[in-house]
């Protein structure tokens, strides 16, 4: 049976010896965030992550969802006692003003904690994840009347939300969207279509959905131009604040997919549904991406959650499983075999997530920590430079740790060999569960498109200057500090390749854009090994200053250091082959005829 | 829907152009195979792959094996009549000798058709392919009165063949096995013991299963020293060679896998069924090795043929999906948007599983032309020289073809985007199928430690030697060739790299085994890198040389210069990575206490 331990103490080295939330106090919903705070708080979450959230997950899998005849959607058992525990313990509004009933914390908390629910059940999570999802754009976009009609009830878990972008003729382009808006007369639309691949588009656990819906109005510009986006709830609320009629809106289809299977990914059909504008006309993509960059760090945290999950079943059985002798001779002489730990191949692997995971969990809150300062300092030069690197990190975060948490599944699974095959031992599901995160909320390519294409030359660079500069200081300062050279030093190597590469896109790509695309992929993961890397190389100053100070937390430090050289030995050397693929160009890509292929 | 063409032109381009088949007339069952037999030959098993397996695949995926109360299993519908077409065609014995009802001719184009049956459909392929191991293994271990009693039976396809050699407790470590044969009296044995993930355990498709058991005769030392080899069949064969009574062997349950569901994998159960020794007592892990080694080429191929197959369906959805525009302005202006095949990216991803599939081939044939040079040479020194080569090589084509493989499903996945993630489309199944081939028959890590523990030192180093000699000897003589030297340049750069990891684990491994062990999938890797680069530019030569005689296949053959190019551009260069990886050896690895994982 998989196992799943929060990895708590792991999130509080994060916390407080590397990101210093302590010193954040003046922004809003910071202050009260000492060490023992935020421990009993990630602590219970970690409580309900494991007793509650995780004990459902290979369950959830096997059973699945099922549409009923009636349209209506059934959830596996279980799941709706879990989500409603989520809901009271007041995780969906952790991050929400408390004007709209939420708790108004750091989104670097809700990041902190939401790793546990994603490791433990990633389906499950979805449910709400996608909720608070709707709750960003209808916060950024809705009027005030919309506000205090959906919000409370989206906060409080009642209702939930959904985003419907997706039609089977598009996905990534969504100027081609046909779902169209008619004006009902009464300031309301009659939205009619269909979209496809929609998480949670219908399911028993609430008493409303509202659907966040792309349509184009009648007459609207072709293209992205035209695209509006609607609020369209299930059942049409009533001037009381209840649920009223039950809206045209209806499941069409569960999709089969390879995973996520306690999810209820629908084919919604809409029918004359009644919708209600969100911001202006034609300007939905805008609202949307709001949700969609939200989401997207969510996916980025996904694949930090399953790679750790996986690791922790890896390591569990690498522990336990006899089978063969270490290469220097028995290492547990009075039993038949030696636990497999003992294999050096085996530790690669191990080491491998384990480099990955640690890098990727300080990654992720260092980039919600940078949200919530842009979001929250009152400083606006402040601002303005977090959400510079919120916007370069975000395509990184999510193409970098989802792919990586695909590979740290299909590691870990490889680690129980055959039994690993299994339904039964729980790998294969994450393998299964880690693969969509490739895929949804703009697939991998398409981040690094994003980041190659636009995060890299807005404001004039602004943004990858300002990241660089970060890195390039953090060695500058610790270049005295012995103990650090050998972090640094592999630091600054990558570094070098990254600006390399950069200069490269600069000078080969504005005349000649498909060395861009050519080299796009490899360039986002090159960005993210550098950035993994300068998060090992704080992590490295963070425990030996610990270490000096003679913490307790003796063994835990060391490993962080054995880690550290870890990556800078293995990991951070990719960077020199991703530089050389990324100055290869475009040209013996593009040789070919389609009809080559 | 999936689609699937038989590669026959590439197929073709290998076996003629690149490894001169027609230089080896003088090796039994080459005689006649002059292009056009060839071409005829590899058509018909075409046909075959396309017309009746390849239907049958994404249909045998969701519908699965069942074990029904009586311990009988259901297969997939069509299974049976595919199979007994593949029988009737000769395919099951093509490689066999004509003694037994074979047809004598080269494993080399056993080889190539092979995987054509399982880029069509793996499961219904492993039917067969299970009992060609057993014919292998009671070709060089059985008696003559076993051989007379059961390969013409298992060549003609009527009776089929299992290896059981995996219990709960052990799969690697077969030396933990706990399956006891007592001796009844009568030369048989009673053997009783449960083996689990059994391909091909039990089916209706054969009036007569064989299965080959491991087991430990009764006082038999402990370890690997005790293990012997057995044929179980399932009904105890009449003196007449009828199927006579049944045996006490039984499938237990259908194993729920993450794929290959139209492969019943079986938990087999035997209680006192009568088994015949084959080979001598105590030997049987040495004859079970004849199968196995025979399995790993097999299984190197099944990672090509699943990766093939994901390819062909990510280049046709590539050139018909359209979606966004190109980022040169727009190539199909008239249409809504680009087929995404205009965007490098997209051409990254196909280019890169074409030049590892292409060359994957090269080398699979390559490599059984060694086996069947090993087999059938007249000459020793030749036979010797072709062994080395073939056992070095084994590991190497294992570990990587599959390992690339599953990669590049992965990657077809993704060019699919969320339709990928979608059962009806194939995709999913790819990857959950290609997923198996890095376990099964020794997981890719104990390929790795294979080819470092014990090809890399056996005789000396005497086959790393000669294929170093080999690699080197053709970057030398093509020297002067100005068509060649960046392919030549590239390769022998990777060859530099390959013999500088080669002398670092002489200089550092024997005193400290663990940095062998540290190093091994790395190496694997830049092994497999160098021999694939090898091939590429014996394929880039044998393309130049047909291109200056005026061949007519000039697309054809500039093609594969272009893939070429690729290959030595952004995939060659790997190997300074991997060489980086291997020289920081084992201490990061294993500084961690178990407890610390």
Redesign the interface.
């Known amino acids: 049976m998989p196992v799943y331990k929060a990895p708590v103490k792991d999130t509080l080295f994060v916390l407080n010896d590397v990101l210093s939330l302590q010193n954040y106090g003046n922004l809003p919903g910071f202050a009260d965030l000492g060490p023992e705070t935020l421990e009993a708080i990630v602590g219970e979450a970690a409580k309900l992550a494991e007793e509650q959230f995780f004990p459902l997950n290979l369950p959830g899998d096997s059973q699945g969802c099922k549409r009923n005849d009636d349209a209506t959607v059934a959830v596996p058992d279980g799941f709706k006692q879990a989500y409603d525990a989520y809901c009271q313990g007041g995780w969906l509004g952790l991050a929400v003003p408390e004007e709209f009933g939420g708790q108004g914390l750091p989104y670097t908390l809700h990041a902190a904690v939401g790793e546990y629910m994603s490791s433990a059940n990633i389906s499950l999570t979805m449910y709400p994840g996608l909720t608070q999802g709707a709750i960003a754009a209808i916060l950024v976009h809705g009027s005030d009347a919309q506000k205090a009609k959906y919000l409370p009830k989206m906060v409080e878990g009642i209702w939930s939300g959904t985003m419907n972008l997706?039609e089977p003729?598009?996905?990534?382009?969504l100027?081609?969207l046909r779902t169209k808006a008619v004006p009902a007369g009464d300031g309301s639309y009659k939205i009619s279509g269909q979209k496809?691949?929609i998480s949670a588009g219908e399911h028993p656990m609430t008493e409303n959905i509202i659907h966040l819906v792309l349509a184009r109005i009648e007459g609207a510009p072709a293209g992205t131009k035209g695209i509006s986006l609607f609020i369209v709830p299930k059942f049409i609320v009533n001037e009381d604040g209840t649920p009223g009629a039950r809206n045209g809106v209806a499941c069409g289809a569960i999709?089969?997919?390879?995973?996520i299977h306690g999810n209820s990914t629908c084919v919604m059909n809409y029918d004359d549904a009644t919708g209600y504008l969100i911001g202006a006309e034609n300007k939905g993509l805008a609202a949307m991406f709001v949700m969609m960059n939200e989401a997207r760090l969510g996916v980025g945290l996904q694949g930090l959650s399953i790679g750790e999950a996986a690791y922790q079943n890896a390591?569990s059985y690498?522990?336990d499983r006899?089978?063969?002798r270490a290469?220097?001779g028995p290492k547990a002489p009075e039993k038949?075999?030696d636990?497999i730990?003992?294999?050096?191949?085996?530790?690669?692997?191990?080491?491998t997530m384990?480099a990955y995971t640690e890098a990727g969990r300080a990654f992720t809150l260092w980039t919600a920590l940078k949200s919530d300062i842009a979001h929250r300092s009152p400083d606006a030069v402040e601002r303005q430079m977090a959400d510079d690197l919120l916007s370069l990190a975000t395509p990184i975060l999510k193409g970098v740790l989802t792919d990586k948490g695909?590979d740290h599944a299909?590691a870990a699974?490889?680690v129980f060999?055959?039994h690993?095959?299994?339904?039964?031992h729980g790998m294969?599901q994450y393998?299964?569960d880690a693969?969509?995160t490739?895929?949804?909320e703009g697939?991998?390519?398409i981040q690094?498109?994003d980041l190659v294409?636009r995060k890299l030359a807005a404001n004039g660079g602004r943004a990858v200057m300002a990241m660089f500069k970060e890195i390039g200081d953090f060695c500058e300062e610790n270049r005295g500090d012995e103990k650090l050279t050998f972090f640094t030093k592999g630091l600054k190597k990558g570094l070098n390749d990254l600006q390399a590469a950069t200069m490269w896109f600069m000078q080969n790509a504005m005349a000649k854009?498909?060395?861009?695309?050519?080299g796009?992929?490899d360039y986002m993961h090159l960005f993210g090994t550098v950035v993994l890397g300068y998060m090992w190389a704080k992590m490295a100053k963070a425990a030996e200053d610990a270490l000096a100070a003679g913490d307790p937390r003796k063994?835990f430090l060391e490993?962080k250091l054995?880690t550290a050289?870890?990556y800078m030995?293995?990991i951070m050397?990719?960077t020199?082959?991703r530089k050389?693929?990324i100055e290869?160009g475009?040209d013996?890509?593009?040789?070919?005829s389609?009809?080559?292929?």
Request: net charge neutral; glycine share 10%; with cysteine.
């Open positions: 997706t003729h598009c996905g990534t382009d100027g081609l496809i691949f999709e089969h997919k390879m995973g390591a690498a522990r006899l089978q063969g290469l220097t038949a075999a636990p730990i003992v294999h050096p191949d085996v530790r690669r692997a191990l080491m384990r695909f299909v699974q490889q060999g055959g690993g095959y299994i339904e039964e294969s393998v299964r693969r969509i490739m895929i949804y697939a991998n390519g690094a498109l294409g854009p498909d060395n861009a695309g050519a796009s992929t063994d490993a054995v050289r870890f030995e293995r050397p990719e020199a082959l050389t693929r290869a475009a013996s890509l593009m040789a070919l389609a009809d080559a292929f």
